[in-house]
């Protein structure tokens, strides 16, 4: 009862916080829309490099920050958006101005450079909102300054919009502040009348009615009518190697799909067909007796159905894009983890993936080595269109291999599983360190501290000494710094020597090197170094606010696009609530809260056994870290966030 009473309670302050976000942010829009709460008039920032940009006249100072106008008749232009229209407000921020304020002359541009017209401003430090002459379609702008030779000032910011602005940070804060002031209250007085006048002692429906038990009554129903038909014309077969046949296939098939850039657009209803398909067979093979549906309903299960739940209600209302995978995972991924925990304990499951894993790792590095080189100061996409979407998988192979070690260290092993697991280990380490940028790093030394605290706990509490396996250890080090040589001069030159390079369609090349450096590079090799962008260039500042205005309560499947460029949103729970509704974030964040401390309590009671549950936590661990400051979501071409959202079906029972 109190872990149910605890559970409540973490629900009502997340949907209370949704709620004054929901409300704050639709009273900022003047509450015009549920789609879009702050509206859905267009908005074009214009990126940092225009703030920066020489032009006539405009001087640059990288040591200053800031122009001098060295000329005077000094014009800057700007581009603007991906479509000539018209635009009603330009609002220009600027600081550290030498005079109190500039007299300068808006220009208006058509894509002929033809000057429609010319507009007499003021700009002074701080935010200056221009109104437009809304009947004038614009393709660029220009601002003049005449006659003020040797001013100087700092251009931080510029944005043109097709409604006048109504966010501010203040009025935000001042209305967020009040917003869960008055949702505290009524939270505080609800629960007093409840304790007072409501009975809360009976929670036994809380068991054995809803929608959730009515689900896995159907699991029941699939199970012991398909899954018993399933097994009496497959007894010859050993079910068990079956099951992890189809999971390599699962695994191949999402790569497959990944690799070719089928998950999404058309070929998106084949993908989701393919997972729901094999997830469903591993399901039924699993039938081994009659399934008893016990009612049981862990919090990590109801955030995870509540979660598909939601995105399935917000694909109802969207028009077009990728919609209904909630189904597959409701339905298939439901079925199978209903299935595992049917038959198997956790540690017999992870197994069942993990090889899997393991086989299909040995392709991915495969095609990495024969058909994906690296080029040269740019992360590692390896087998994916981002460095970030490698980075998660290498990592969670390495936590896997890790794991593997991790289990090798009080046991008798063979010298070739130590080889094995270290070659593993290390190669994926390779790859981690190859693609990912300070997230990976992050995420790859958290992972690293929760294998090292298990290896301390098994040393000072099993009195396991190192010393007597150090010859195991000195040749899986020697085998594995051997692997990655070949690893790493492979990728380099062998696609290059065969003449097997695969170029991805829409594959995002980013540079370890700064903007300068970079175009220096670029100059040395055009070719190669063609569409590299450099990682400073990435305004994650820019993309959160750009997901964060256009939210709204039913999701939108559009692409959001900046500076005439797709955006990606660089955090996990922004981009949920953009695609799927703010409510959506809610079972998401709960369902990482539970899978999250529940392995952490397993840890703790198991650290000394080679058990998964330090192996789901690394999992967690990574799936958060790149939720936060990357953009791992429900993006199903990953098989890392396959096995997040599976992985912890092993928490169902709990």
Known sequence: MKNYKNEKSLF???????????????????????????????????????????????EY???????????????????????VRTWKYLYLTISNCSVSEVHAILEYYDKEKNILKEQPIVIYNGENEIELDETIEIYRIGIRIRDAKGIFFSMNSMEIRSEKAGFSWQKFYECMGMSLLICGCVIFMGYSVRKKYVNTENYALEKNTGLLYILQSLYVLQGNIVGKKAIQKCRKIDRKVTVEILLCVFFAWILFFEIMGWTKGESYRYFSLGCAVILFAC????WKKEWKNTGVMSSVLKSWYGLWIMMALSDVFKEDGEKFFSYV????????IF??????????????FLRALEIDYVLVVLFCVFFRPKIITVYYNGICRRPEDFAMYALLIFALF???????????????????????????????????????????????????????????????????????????????????????????????????TVVFEDEQLVSVLPEDELQLYQQMFPIT????????????????????????????ATQIYRNREPVQAYNGYLDLMYHYGIFAVIPFVLYQIYGFCISLKKCRRFFGKKNPYIFVLCVNIIFTV????????????????????????VYFKE
């Open 61 to 83: 100072h990288e040591e200053e920050n800031g122009y001098y106008i060295v000329k005077n008749n000094a014009v800057n232009k700007y581009r603007v958006d991906r479509y």
């Open 329 to 336: 995972m409701i339905f298939s991924a439901g079925f199978f």
């Open 12 to 58: 009502v302050a997340l949907l209370g916080c949704t709620i004054c976000l929901m409300f704050t942010l639709m009273y900022l829009g003047g509450f015009k829309s549920l789609t879009y709460f702050l509206g859905s008039e267009a908005i074009y920032d214009f990126p940092e490099t225009d703030m920066i940009k020489n032009a006539k006249g405009w």
């Open 626 to 649: 790149f939720c936060v400051f990357g953009n791992a979501s429900v993006n199903f071409g990953n098989i890392a966030v396959w096995c997040y959202f599976l992985f912890n079906g």
């Open 283 to 286: 399901g039924c093979l699993l």
């Open 339 to 352: 299935a595992y925990n049917q038959r198997f304990k956790a540690d017999a499951v992870i197994c069942l």
């Open 529 to 556: 170094l063609e569409n590299v962008t450099s990682k400073d260039t990435i305004n994650v500042m820019g993309s959160w606010k750009n997901y964060a205005r256009m939210m709204g309560v039913y999701g939108n």
């Open 402 to 500: 890790v794991w593997k070690i991790y289990g090798l260290i009080d046991n008798d092993a063979s010298y070739l599983q130590w080889i094995g697991y270290g070659m593993g280990a290390a190669s994926a380490l390779y790859f981690v360190l190859r693609s990912g940028g300070v997230v990976a790093k992050i995420a790859l030394i958290l992972v690293a501290i929760t294998y090292l605290y298990g290896c301390v706990y098994i040393w000072v509490k099993k009195r396991v000494s190192f010393r007597y396996r150090w010859k195991q250890i000195l040749t899986a080090i020697v085998f594995s710094f051997l692997c990655v040589v070949v690893i790493h001069i492979s990728v380099k030159y062998l696609p290059d020597i065969l003449q097997t």
